[in-house]
């Protein structure tokens, strides 16, 4: 365990790098966030049902894909920090293409250009907190990670604003995405560089039959994939089932994701002490394993309260997932840590933009909360996989 001033210890450009890069990842969640509570809203101008639009915001977890195999490599030669505002002026800059889509196919193509550098932005900013956490002896990645929640929670709650403001969701993108550029290019005065001179010519690059080799990647990614398609399918289905299945209004059905995000922050707000102090895998199995029993309990119930009581629990059961994996990930040898973390999020991230689509799928096979049982099978997933995959210790 760290002695109280331990980070007194870290060197000051190192702790500015820490809260700029916690800025970068709140800002990164709250422009994918501020879009959410507008999905509804986007559904009924298409006039599509929830199958149509599960398969519409497929356009994202395809162009993640893509952008991920790129990124790990160039991140590994460029480095992490001019990657990040590369990224961010693409995924800040098309975010408004959302509002302008007027059909179906137009909604599908700014989604998967939009996903392509939501998801590059998130491999750089993920490499640099693993050259910030380098600097530390105690484990912070969940720290990071609890900034994306605030921003996740903070952007839901601009978003359901906006929607109950009659704000248009082009006009909303605009402005924050300009916002996130700006800030991302001031952090980028503080950021840590470096990270690129690690690569040499004869190391291995991310290809991916190298990945499908690789069962510590593999199975990693498998965790974080789970993980990542709660969060997904929460960010787009909580309101609708809300507005839909309970007979919620609009602006009640924002907070679905709003307590989603604000428990995910709160577990990742603790996640670093629980990690250090009990270890990964009992830390994200038994968080996980709670969040399973809660959340078919709320469904079970089928009243707005219950409902918000299974979303908090579900954020708090993937809390310490990602940030757990992603430093695991950076701890294999072998390999650049941008090459690792690409390689998971290649493996998990589409899990993130594919839970829409799942969910849509099976809710127009069966019904959307008989579809949301898929979540708490996930977690208790998760919490086996813990068990299995992780180790007792980080480091």
Not at 86 to 109: H, I, K, Q
Not at 200 to 205: A, I, M, V
Request: charged share 10%.
């Amino acid at each position: 365990m760290p002695s109280p001033d331990s980070a007194l210890a870290v060197p000051g450009p190192v702790r500015a790098a820490r809260r700029a890069t916690s800025v970068v990842f709140g800002v990164h969640a709250g422009l994918f966030a501020a879009w959410t509570p507008h999905i509804p809203l986007v559904k009924e101008r298409l006039g599509v049902g929830d199958g149509v639009l599960g398969v519409l915001l497929l356009g994202a977890p395809l162009g993640a894909l893509l952008a991920i195999l790129l990124a790990g490599p160039m991140i590994a030669r460029w480095g992490s920090r001019p990657m990040m505002m590369v990224t961010a002026v693409g995924y800040g800059g098309v975010s408004f293409l959302l509002g302008l889509a007027d059909s179906g196919v137009a909604l599908f193509l700014a989604l998967m250009v939009w996903g392509a550098f939501q998801s590059a932005l998130d491999v750089a900013m993920n490499a640099q907190a693993v050259l910030v956490e380098r600097h530390y002896d105690r484990p912070v990645m969940s720290s990071f990670h609890g900034f994306w929640s605030l921003g996740g929670f903070i952007g839901a709650g601009v978003g359901a604003l906006a929607v109950g403001a009659n704000i248009g969701l082009t006009a909303q993108m605009l402005v924050l995405g300009a916002l996130l550029v700006a800030v991302v290019f001031g952090a980028g005065r503080v950021l840590l560089s470096g990270d690129h001179s690690e690569v040499s010519d004869d190391q291995p690059k991310v290809r991916t039959r190298d990945v499908l080799r690789d069962g510590r990647l593999l199975a990693l990614g498998a965790l974080m994939f789970a993980a990542l398609l709660c969060e997904g399918a929460a960010a787009d289905w909580a309101a609708i089932y809300l507005r839909d299945w309970l007979d919620t209004t609009a602006s009640f059905a924002g907070a679905g994701y709003s307590v989603f995000a604000v428990a995910m922050f709160a577990g990742r707000g603790m996640g670093d002490r629980w990690v250090a102090k009990h270890g990964p895998r009992l830390v994200v199995g038994g968080l996980s394993a709670l969040a399973a029993v809660v959340f078919a309990v709320g469904l079970a119930v089928a009243q707005p309260w219950a409902a918000l009581l299974g979303f908090a629990a579900l954020g708090l059961g993937v809390a310490c997932a990602v940030p757990v994996v992603f430093s695991s990930a950076a701890e294999l040898p072998g390999r650049h840590p941008a090459q690792s973390i690409a390689a998971v999020s290649a493996i998990a991230w589409p899990g993130f933009l594919l839970g829409p689509t799942v969910i849509g799928g099976l809710s127009e096979a069966v019904t959307l909360p008989f579809a949301l049982l898929l979540l708490p099978l996930l977690c208790m997933a998760i919490a086996l996989g813990a068990r299995l995959i992780l180790r007792s210790r980080l480091g």
